[in-house]
Structures are given as C-alpha cells and as structure tokens.
C-alpha cells in the first residue's frame, strides 16, 4: 500500500488524487487529502464567483473523487504552524503532495494602498464567497464609484458583482448578508483600468462579454483610448482570445450611451501612482497616462488622471506563501521543484512534492491544474518503490487525533452540505453558505455528535 497526503482539497489536490487513483502502475494506494478549512474544493467554493453557476458545479466532479473508498477528506487540520509540521507528514505518509494555492495577493507598492475603502479584490471575493476567514462587512458603506485596478478575470469577477443588483444574486449560494449589503449599495460608476492597452488585457472573452450582457449596467469604452493600442488598427497578427477581446470592445465604443442604472468604465493605458484620500478614507486614485513602447510594455508620458473612488480594489494577481518548513522561492512566489519532486537546496526532497498553484505559480483556469496535476502524480508514481515502507506505523487519522487535532471529515462536510441547504430553505433560496467557523464547526461537529 502506498498512503499518501495531499495538502489542500482544491482542483490541483483533488486532480492530484484523482490522477493517483485512475492508473494501474502501483496497486493499493490511499489518499488523505487534508485542508485547513473545514469545506474542502478550494477556490472552486471560494473563489469562482457566485453567479458563475456552470463553473461552481465542478464541484460536483471533485465530490467524486473525494468521496471514493480509497480517499478520506480530513478538514480542519493546518499544516505548518503547530503540531503538523512537515518533518512530521513525512513521517506519517510514503509521501506528501502540497497543493496550497497562492493564498495572499500581490501588492501595488504605491502610497495610499492601506488607506481605508481600499482593499486588495481577493478579500472582496472572499466577503461574497462566505470565507470564513473574512468578517469585514464595509466595504459599500460610503461607496458611489468604485475603481478596479487590473484587467484580468479577477477585476472582471468583481466588477461584475458590483455592478449586478441584490436580486440578481439571490439564487446564488451568497449569504445573505452580503446581498443585504449589496442590495443597499450606492456604488454606480465602475472602473476597471489597466496599465497597458486592451489587446495586452488578460480577461477571457467570455468573462468580458458577459459584462456587457448585465441588465441593469452599461460598458464604457472610449474609442480614442482603444486607439492608442498599436494592435487596434490591424489585429490579425494577435492569438484569437485577444483578437476577440478587441471586436468586443470595438463593438461596445461604438455603443449610443444606454442610460441604464450602473456604468462600467473599461480603461486602458492608465499605471496607478497613489491612492488618495482625506481623513483616512480613499477618495480617488491617481493614474499616470502611459503608452505603448515596442517591447510589448508602457512607458510613462508625465499625464496625470484621478479617478474618484470610495471603494479600491486592487486586483493585481494572486501570491503563494511560504509554508513554514517547507522551501520557498521568494522571487516567483512558488516552491522550487523538479516535475513536481520538491527541491532541497537544489536537490530532490525525497516523499515531498508540489502541484497547482503554488507549483507554478497563479495562471490559467482551473482545467489547466489537470495536466499539472498528472505530472506530479506521475513523478510520485515513478519514485513509488522507493516510498513505500516495510514497517508501517500508527494510521495517521490515529496520529493526528492524538496530536489534539479533529479532523473534519467526510461526514461532517456532509452535513455542512446539508446545514447549508437547510438554511437556504428557511430563506426561501436554495443552499446558502454558512460564513463562519464556528457555524461550520457547529454544523459538522453535530454530525460527529450524532453518530
Ligand atoms: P492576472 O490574470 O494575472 O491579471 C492581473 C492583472 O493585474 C493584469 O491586468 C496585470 O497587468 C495587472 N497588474 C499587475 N501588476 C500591476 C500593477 N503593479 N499595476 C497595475 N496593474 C497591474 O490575475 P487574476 O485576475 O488575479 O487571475 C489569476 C488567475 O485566475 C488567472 O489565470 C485567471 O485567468 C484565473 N481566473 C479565471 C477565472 C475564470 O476563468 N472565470 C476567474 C477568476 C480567475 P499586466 O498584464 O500589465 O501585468
């Protein structure tokens, strides 16, 4: 038998114990896939955006995999501070495969970034995904404009919920003081601004269109900022996706103003300098016009625009963080690795390896964890007679209780699930997310209690 961990039950973990499962190499081995959060499937519950219902219901293909025999999902367990070092994983499993994540996001670096009313986009999403980690509540308190610094899904992602109405929303997992909050909200200018120029952005098409499909917003685009892209006037050579993302950018400057409720603003070739603000509380951000140089950057020209905010949301790109006793390259946000073998000052860490994000860093969509995935599961499964042990100890399910720990498992998400679609009921909604620990906690340890 060879029993494996893998830290973190998102796509790349779940991909990594799915791709461990599906071969026939090495007979008999078993799964322990342990989160720090007592629900597993990562940023798929707590980061795909509510309304992104298709995307969401991944979900219901992870659940496959962590519900077979051989895999045993134990949530609630941190690995790195405490007790669970990863010395200690080594000595409980034949091998370990961290898929983390990149969990903090990047920095600006430009003054104002800590005033109030700005936020980094990941705590917002973290707000409307129930997160239990978040408990600010404020971010449209005072907010009438908002600017959303950054053009990849991301910034569309929250654009997008910003710019949608409480009811929209409704049949959506969100909690419901989150539509309150959104239901109250004042904000009706939108702006989503990147540094370079709109055939550099990085949203998909799909993403972007979809903006312009909102019922109660409109896009605004100024076809005299479109054609400062070098791109604009002769797209063919561009890939196809932004070649796309021009046609429907053209199409909205071309638009006749709508008079809808809410404005989407996309701008272009604008590099944030300082947020601003009076008594501690943003209220507009400072832009440097730039424009295009040949090497596919920008360079500034020494123009100034500020754009007034009472909300900022930096959405700038994701960072991994260093798990403590495991090796971290500071300069790319990753754990250095060779085909997923983790390196030990550049040399291969026997039972230890690495997939996802935090492998190779925060790109691509979730199917692209897949292929990662597959590679690590393969160089784990290459290494496999060397892992397995003779002497086997204690389970580690046995060994983690008797270092104080209470893994959620299997059945206590269960009945997180089922918590979660009784309150949606009582609501009149389908499931609702349940956005704190202890009513998680609550939730799967009556379960425990029951059986
Ligand atoms: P991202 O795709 O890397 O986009 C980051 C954006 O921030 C870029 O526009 C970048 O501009 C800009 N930026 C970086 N540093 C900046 C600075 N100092 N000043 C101004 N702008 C700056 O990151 P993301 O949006 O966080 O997405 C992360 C990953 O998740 C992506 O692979 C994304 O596709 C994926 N995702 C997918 C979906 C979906 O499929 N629906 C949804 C959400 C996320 P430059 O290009 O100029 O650097």
Excluded at 124 to 140: C, R
Excluded at 182 to 191: F, I, K, N
Excluded at 371 to 387: F, N, V
Aim: aromatic share 6%; proline share 6%.
């Amino acid at each position: 038998m060879l029993q494996v961990a893998v830290v973190g039950s998102g796509p790349s973990g779940v991909y990594t114990a799915q791709s461990l499962l599906q071969q026939s190499r090495v007979p008999g081995v078993r799964v322990d896939v342990l989160d720090r959060l007592p629900c597993p499937y990562g940023l798929v519950r707590y980061g795909v955006a509510p309304d992104h219902e298709k995307i969401k219901s991944l979900q219901n293909n992870l659940r496959t995999v962590l519900a077979d025999d051989r895999v045993r999902f134990l949530g609630s367990v941190e690995v790195g501070s405490g007790p669970l070092t990863p010395e200690r994983l080594r000595e409980l499993y034949d091998a370990v495969v961290y898929c983390v994540g990149a969990a903090t996001d990047r920095r600006l670096g430009i003054p104002g970034e800590e005033l109030a009313g700005s936020y980094s986009a990941t705590e917002f999403v973290s707000w409307y995904s129930a997160h239990p980690d978040t408990d600010e509540n404020g971010f449209l308190r005072v907010a009438r404009s908002a600017v959303v610094i950054g053009v990849g899904n991301v910034a569309v992602d929250v654009t997008r919920i910003l710019a949608r109405g409480a009811d929209e929303l409704r049949s959506t997992d969100m909690p419901q003081s989150a539509l309150d909050v959104l239901a109250r909200s004042q904000v009706r200018d939108v702006h989503m601004v990147g540094r370079r120029g709109p055939s550099q952005a990085k949203f998909s098409t799909k993403e972007l269109r979809e903006l312009g499909a909102l019922p109660d917003a409109e896009v605004v685009v100024d076809p005299a900022e479109l054609a400062l892209d070098p791109a604009w006037a002769d797209p063919t050579s561009l890939p196809a996706v932004n070649r796309r993302n021009l046609e429907v950018l053209r199409g909205w400057s071309e638009r006749a103003p709508q008079g809808r409720a809410r404005r989407i603003h996309l701008r272009f070739f604008l590099r944030p300098v300082a947020i601003l603000g009076t008594a501690g509380h943003v209220t507009s951000v400072r832009f440097e016009r730039t424009l295009p140089d040949d090497q596919g950057q920008v360079t500034g020209t020494g123009q100034y625009e500020d754009l007034d905010a009472q909300l900022v949301l930096r959405s700038v790109g994701y960072r991994g963080v260093p798990l403590e006793g495991l090796p971290f390259d500071a300069g790319h946000g990753t754990v250095p690795h060779r085909a997923g073998r983790v390196l030990r000052d550049g040399a291969v860490s026997p039972r230890e390896y690495v997939a996802g994000w935090i492998k190779r860093g925060p790109t691509g969509v979730i199917g692209t964890n897949r292929p990662c995935a597959k590679e690590t599961a393969s160089s784990l499964l290459d290494d496999a007679p060397g892992l397995v042990r003779q002497e086997r100890g204690d389970d580690p399910l046995s060994a983690l209780r008797a270092a104080g720990l209470r893994p959620v498992e299997w059945t206590g998400w269960q009945a997180i699930e089922r918590a979660e679609s009784e309150l949606g009921a009582a609501q009149g909604r389908g499931s609702v997310k349940i956005p704190d620990w202890d009513g998680l906690l609550r939730a799967a340890r009556d379960a425990d209690d029951r059986a």
